[in-house]
């Protein structure tokens, strides 16, 4: 199994383009979501999802869009970047959105920059 | 979400025990304690959980106070590869869309 991929990896971007980044997991897994890690500081979460066709806002969801047409793949899209949005974006996932012991697994993160 | 307070920074000798604690005096009785770390340029990855009773994995041992107001992650014998950033988080035993609330953690060193 592959886990949580995430692409790309790194990415630089002028202020106003757009771009996509992506997610797969390959373990059919009902929830996804995607946080934003700033420097010095823990895991804020951008948006959510509870299924194919769900989504949900979270802490810091403005100037970022979801969808989820699938079981497998969670894009996270920014509409028009701004040197805010630079930061580590980490993809999760996890076998179901009841019971709070379920373990959520992790991407490897992607990082981008906005100049 | 109800709030977990840790220290943030703590150093270890290698091959020793560390004692990581965390404080979550306001608790609710079904939020599970979970502790996910986050190794250097990595994303967070599950440790252990648990809701009244003391936990053991592979990985670690959790120790949970009996007002379950407090809780200590065990790494009972250090490595150079357990020095990462320990995050204790607290779940509410219905799940809330399985989200993780994330503090700044605890960012432990471990020296050789």
């Known amino acids: 199994n592959a886990g949580v991929t995430q692409t790309p990896k790194f990415q630089v971007l002028k202020t106003g383009q757009s771009m996509t980044l992506q997610c797969a997991q390959d373990?059919?897994?009902?929830?996804m979501s995607w946080y934003r890690q700033d420097p010095g500081m823990g895991l804020r979460l951008i948006h959510y999802?509870?299924?194919?066709?769900?989504?949900d806002q979270g802490e810091v969801p403005n100037g970022y869009n979801v969808s989820r047409s699938t079981t497998e793949d969670f894009p996270l899209r920014l509409l028009s970047a701004a040197p805010s949005q630079t930061s580590v974006y980490f993809c999760?996932?996890?076998?179901?959105?009841?019971?709070?012991?379920?373990?959520?697994?992790f991407g490897e993160g992607s990082w981008l920059t906005v100049v | 979400d109800a709030k977990t307070t840790q220290p943030n920074s703590m150093e270890s000798n290698e091959e020793e025990p560390v004692h990581l604690p965390c404080n979550h005096s306001t608790i609710s009785g079904t939020d599970y304690i979970h502790w996910y770390r986050q190794l250097p340029s990595q994303g967070p990855e599950y440790v252990i959980h648990g809701l009244t009773s003391n936990v053991n994995n592979r990985m670690a041992s959790l120790a949970i106070a009996e007002d379950r107001k407090s809780s200590t992650l065990i790494l009972h014998r250090a490595t150079l590869r357990d020095a990462a950033v320990y995050y204790c988080i607290l779940r509410w035993y219905g799940g809330s869309q399985g989200n993780l609330i994330f503090g700044k953690g605890t960012k432990l060193s471990v020296k050789p």
């Open positions: 373990m059919n897994h009902e929830y």
């Open positions: 999802s509870v299924g194919a066709g769900i989504t």
């Open positions: 999760a996932s996890s076998f179901s959105t009841t019971g709070s012991g379920n373990t959520i697994y």
